[in-house]
């Protein structure tokens, strides 16, 4: 038993499984805190690139490191990210931060300081939290309450991004299988640790999937 009077529900998955859509609705349905790790990888991201540098090159990531200022506020009203004092909430959801993430996520220091902030996040968080990335059931909170690997269908998550972001359905669905492949080199968040329930959506309505894991956080506080 851990001293710990709060529940965290940490969910992982690919790009498109659901994930942060599902995780607030979840949070609301709570009255849960909600936590999106992939903004703070964002955040970075987008710096990097206003400096006019690339990802690619990890010695750019690390000097990002510097002095770095980024800043993932949970509240009543929703998640903000800011970086250096600049709202970059929105900015960050562009493509071109997203084809360049990957870059960031691979260098071991910028995880470990962004997992400290996720870390203080979390234990502060009343009545709860839901927190959503990678590498949050395995790394960030390993001894998190409900531990929730979110999958669908490569297919299906690549019809439900190109919905979000439209333009080509093929460039879409190339970048999204090119994301992960990159990434999982980073986190193995295609099969669930031990203690990790798998929720598939490939089949299930966005309501199905956050009342599957709600039900799972609300027989785990009634053991
Ligand atoms: N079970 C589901 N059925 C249908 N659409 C879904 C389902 N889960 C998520 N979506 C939709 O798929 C899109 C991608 O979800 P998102 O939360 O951005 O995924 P992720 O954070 O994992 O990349 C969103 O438009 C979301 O509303
Ligand atoms: N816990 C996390 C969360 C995100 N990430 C990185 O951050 C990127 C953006 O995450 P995201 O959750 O916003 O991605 P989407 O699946 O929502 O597009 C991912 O592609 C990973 O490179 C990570 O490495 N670890």
Do not use: C
């Amino acid at each position: 038993m851990s001293a710990r009077t709060s529940t965290v529900v940490a969910i992982d998955g690919p790009a498109g499984s659901g994930k942060s859509s599902v995780a607030r609705a979840v949070a609301q349905a709570l009255g849960f805190r909600f936590l999106d790790t992939g903004a703070a990888y964002r955040a970075i991201t987008w710096l990097i690139l206003e400096q006019g540098g690339s990802t690619d090159d990890e010695a750019t990531v690390v000097a990002a490191l510097d002095g770095l200022d980024v800043d993932v506020t949970v509240d009543a009203a929703g998640q903000r990210v800011t970086i250096a004092g600049h709202d970059v909430t929105d900015a960050i959801r562009t493509e071109r931060v997203s084809a360049a993430v990957s870059g960031v996520a691979r260098v071991q220091a910028v995880r470990s300081a962004v997992n400290e902030r996720f870390r203080e996040i979390i234990r502060v968080a009343e009545p709860g939290i839901v927190a959503e990335g990678r590498d949050i059931t395995t790394v960030v909170a390993p001894d998190a309450d409900v531990r929730v690997l979110l999958t669908a269908d490569e297919a299906v998550r690549i019809r439900r991004r190109f919905g979000d972001v439209g333009g080509d359905q093929h460039q879409v669905g190339a970048r999204l299988a090119a994301r992960d492949a990159a990434d999982s080199t980073v986190s193995d968040f295609l099969t669930a640790a031990d203690g990790v329930t798998v929720v598939d959506s490939t089949h299930l309505t966005f309501d199905e999937t956050v009342e599957a894991i709600v039900r799972l956080v609300t027989e785990e506080n009634h053991d």
